[in-house]
């Protein structure tokens, strides 16, 4: 995405409304890639960038935070996240608020449509970049009524391993398979579960697993529905020959 493609509005303050509301005096509209890196020094406040119909609001609420780092988290916004409304859920809103967190200690978490990041965890691994990745598909997801949490988990660190940008600089990558593992484990090794059967099962599996999820019909019957066996089949399938 080409930086003078998008339009920012900074505000110098993170006033509920000014977020909100119209635009404010001495809010400054930028188009060049020089005026970008300028405004960016600003150290705390709030950021609003549009592009081709999508909207991110960013909310740095630490001082420190690094500005390359927002300013990839920025860019992998309006290139990924398109993406994965194009496959999974054109519906999924297209306004969506990053917030950095100075007092929030775990990684990264999702409300509504809202991801806020620990700066902490940023600050300390700053390659981990793609943790936005998989928040954001939590924002498409947004499942609701009975949906398996491994499910959700392994569904959104699957779309890190495909759509991520990062994730060997930062040391992530789908675990080797082990007996110890279960596909209830969730995360990375729900997710390699997920691809094996996408590339030996059903190429479309994921895809169809997430729509049963949003429509509200999955069920332990969705597996046998689209591979004509049980999850629990399909889990020793995989592990007796668990190469992707």
Same mark, same amino acid.
């Not at 999955?218 to 889990?235: F, R």
């Given at each position: ?30 188009? =060049? ?110 499942? =609701? ?71 509200? =019909? ?27």
């Amino acid at each position: 995405m080409a930086l003078s493609a998008v339009s920012l509005f900074i505000f110098s303050a993170c006033s509920k409304s000014s977020l909100t509301g119209p635009q404010e005096p001495g809010q400054t509209t930028l188009a =060049t890639e020089k005026q970008v890196a300028v405004a960016s020094t600003t150290p705390v406040g709030t950021v609003i960038y549009t592009s081709n119909g999508y909207k991110l609001t960013f909310t740095n609420n630490a001082g420190n935070f690094d500005d390359a780092t927002r300013q990839k988290f920025v860019d992998m916004y309006f290139s990924i996240y398109p993406t994965l409304l194009n496959r999974f859920y054109t519906g999924a809103s297209k306004q969506v608020t990053f917030v950095i967190d100075p007092s929030y200690n775990g990684v990264a978490y999702t409300s509504g449509t809202t991801v806020t990041y620990s700066a902490a965890w940023m600050a300390n691994h700053p390659q981990d970049v793609d943790v936005l990745t998989h928040e954001v598909m939590h924002i498409v997801q947004a499942y =609701t009524g009975g949906t398996p949490g491994w499910l959700t988990e392994g569904i959104a660190d699957y779309v890190r391993y495909k759509y991520g940008v990062n994730n060997g600089p930062a040391g992530w990558s789908l675990p080797a398979w082990s007996s110890s593992q279960s596909y209830t484990d969730a995360y990375r090794v729900t997710a390699r579960f997920l691809v094996w059967l996408e590339r030996h099962v059903r190429a479309t599996i994921v895809d169809d697993l997430n729509t049963a999820l949003r429509n509200k =019909t999955y069920s332990a019957n969705t597996w046998n529905q689209l591979t004509g066996k049980s999850v629990d089949q399909l889990w020793a399938d995989y592990s007796n020959n668990p190469a992707l």
